[in-house]
C-alpha cells in the first residue's frame, strides 16, 4: 500500500467514523461508536504496517514538515473561525457572560418568561462536537492534500537514480 492511500483510507475511516457516530446518537447507543472506534484504529494500525514505501528518508521527512505545516496553517483559521462563531452563540445567552434580564415586575407570568427562545439549547454543543470532528476530517484531507503536491513538487515518486 502506498503511503498516500493510507493517509486516504485514515480519512474514509474517520468519516465512517462520523457516521457511526450520528448513528450511536440517533440510537441512543453509545457502546456502537466505541466500539466501532476501536475498531477504526485497529484497522488504521494494520493498515500501517502494509505500507511499503520507506518511512522516513530526508526527502519524505522535508515533504511531511512542509505538508503539516501548510494543514496546520489553514486548519487553524477555520477551527478559529468555527470557535469565533460559536463564541458568539455561547456569550449571547443567559448560559454565556451576559447577565440575565431583570425580572419584570409587571410580569405576571413567570412560566412564560421561562420558555422564551433566550436560553441557550442544549443541541448546540451537540453540533458543534459534530462540526469539530468534521473539521478533523477535513484536516486529515487537507494533509493527504498538501502530501500529494509537496511530493510531486519535490519528486518523491520520481524513480532514484541510485537505486537503479
Not at 458568539?88 to 443567559?94: L, T, W
Not at 407570568?109 to 422564551?116: I, P
Request: aromatic fraction near 12%; proline fraction near 5%; include cysteine.
Amino acid at each position: 500500500m502506498k503511503r498516500n492511500s493510507f493517509y486516504l483510507l485514515a480519512g474514509i475511516v474517520a468519516l465512517i467514523e462520523v457516521g457511526i457516530f450520528w448513528l450511536s446518537v440517533e440510537l441512543e447507543k453509545p457502546l456502537l461508536i466505541q466500539v466501532a472506534f476501536v475498531l477504526g484504529i485497529l484497522l488504521i494500525y494494520m493498515a500501517r504496517k502494509r505500507v511499503e514505501e520507506t518511512i522516513e528518508d530526508e526527502r519524505t521527512a522535508m515533504i511531511t514538515q512542509k505538508a503539516a505545516l501548510r494543514t496546520l496553517e489553514v486548519s487553524w483559521v477555520a477551527f478559529f473561525a468555527l470557535s469565533l462563531g460559536s463564541a458568539v452563540v455561547a456569550f449571547s445567552r443567559p448560559l454565556g457572560l451576559r447577565p440575565p434580564h431583570p425580572l419584570d415586575p409587571n410580569a405576571t407570568h413567570l412560566v412564560m418568561r421561562l420558555t422564551e427562545p433566550d436560553v441557550l439549547p442544549f443541541n448546540l454543543f451537540g453540533r458543534f462536537a459534530v462540526g469539530q470532528l468534521v473539521l478533523l476530517c477535513l484536516v486529515i484531507f487537507l494533509y493527504v492534500g498538501f502530501r500529494v503536491y509537496y511530493a510531486r513538487k519535490y519528486g518523491e515518486w520520481d524513480r532514484d537514480e541510485e537505486q537503479d
